[in-house]
T-cell receptor, first 115, second 113 residues
Framework: GAVVSQHPSWVICKSGTSVKIECRSLDFQATTMFWYRQFPKQSLMLMAT?????????EQGVEKDKFLINHASLTLSTLTVTSAHPEDSSFYIC???????????FGNGTRLTVT | GENVEQHPSTLSVQEGDSAVIKCTYSDSASNYFPWYKQELGKRPQLIID?????GEKKDQRIAVTLNKTAKHFSLHITETQPEDSAVYFCAASQGNSGYALNFGKGTSLLVTP
């Protein structure tokens, strides 16, 4: 149990375009999902906390208009990187929380490269 | 907010030796402390965790100790093997906040045969 699926696993896009990343909890309902970003050889930095049916809570320094998060159901959260720039190139990884399936479980991550 | 410090940033040991990674945290309200192993390009994998109501937890070759008074916790790997080579992250969170994790900067462990 407690499988988190993230799609796509890697994506290359051109500067100025938008990219959507999906995070799904496959066998449990996730009341909360978290989005992290990890630059090469660095730690995971929390970007935002997403609760089903409500607006995401963004960490300081993360632009909410650039990183759009939607958590429309208990099994799906999406992160859209809008107007991507090369500096947005990173490893984006989601995690999902459910009181029935603690601890936290991570998706496989999405490697985003903006050219 | 919570600040998690992790040391060392790199650690090289010979196969069969023990490895110890230490973390400190700042928020006394944190009560959940997981450790993750991450191989290159892959997701972090939980290897062990500890909650604030216990001081030590062991799972085969891996153990974690927690000192709440001093706000530090450590990962101990005994009888290291080359496949233990990876980046290890400690984290801290408040369990009742939906497990938003604050990560340390990571330790790159290299186990040489």
């Amino acid at each position: 149990g407690a499988v988190v699926s993230q799609h796509p696993s890697w994506v290359i896009c051109k500067s100025g375009t938008s990219v959507k990343i999906e995070c799904r909890s496959l066998d449990f309902q996730a009341t909360t999902m978290f989005w992290y970003r990890q630059f090469p050889k660095q730690s995971l930095m929390l970007m935002a906390t997403s609760n089903e049916g409500s607006k995401a809570t963004y960490e300081q320094g993360v632009e909410k208009d650039k990183f759009l998060i939607n958590h429309a159901s208990l099994t799906l959260s999406t992160l859209t990187v809008t107007s991507a720039h090369p500096e947005d190139s990173s490893f984006y990884i989601c995690s999902a929380y459910s009181a029935d399936y603690s601890p936290l479980h991570f998706g496989n991550g999405t490697r985003l490269t903006v050219t | 907010g919570e600040n998690v410090e992790q040391h060392p940033s790199t650690l090289s040991v010979q196969e069969g030796d023990s490895a110890v990674i230490k973390c400190t945290y700042s928020d006394s309200a944190s009560n959940y402390f997981p450790w993750y192993k991450q191989e290159l390009g892959k997701r972090p994998q939980l290897i062990i965790d500890i909650r604030s109501n216990v001081g030590e937890k062991k799972d085969q070759r891996i153990a974690v100790t927690l000192n709440k008074t001093a706000k530090h916790f450590s990962l101990h790997i005994t009888e290291t093997q080359p496949e233990d080579s990876a980046v290890y992250f400690c984290a801290a969170s408040q369990g009742n906040s939906g497990y938003a994790l604050n990560f340390g900067k990571g330790t790159s462990l290299l186990v040489t045969p």
